[in-house]
């Protein structure tokens, strides 16, 4: 599958209203480094058809890239059911982005949506207490 330009619209549609699973790179087009890590990331959207690889023109997108909290670029973001599930800047090198891709595909989600649900619990003040 090749890439796919994310405005912020997109943005939140993928990861918010359809869950889909999403990799999203932040880039700009001076960035040496952003311009060395996009070939890399269209050949593995090529291997993994079935996951959604989008790009954020941190230039063109100021603020989605300032929503999603980019401080530096590239930035990799990988989303599933909704989920952030890895965020790093810099750029990876092809076998390091085949192998998060696995590592997320083994996850099971049910599990990681029971565990923040718990941490979010647990996180609510006591409403008997005061804070």
């Known amino acids: 599958m090749a890439t796919v330009e994310f405005d912020k619209s997109a943005f939140e549609a993928a990861i918010v209203t359809e869950n889909s699973f999403v990799l999203v790179d932040f880039w ?61 800047s810099g750029a990876a090198p092809e076998s390091a982005l085949d192998d998060i891709i696995a590592q997320a595909r083994k ?14 619990t647990s996180a609510e003040p006591d409403p008997g207490t005061d804070v």
């Open 28 to 88: 700009a087009a001076w960035c040496g480094p952003c311009l060395q890590f996009g070939p890399i990331f269209e050949r593995v959207s090529d291997k993994h058809p079935d996951i959604t690889f989008a790009k954020v023109d941190t230039e063109k997108e100021q603020e989605l890239s300032a929503m999603a909290g980019i401080k530096s670029i590239p930035t990799l973001m990988m989303f599933r059911d909704g989920i952030l599930l890895f965020n790093q």
């Open 107 to 120: 996850l099971d989600m049910e599990a990681i949506r029971a565990e923040l649900a718990a941490t979010a």
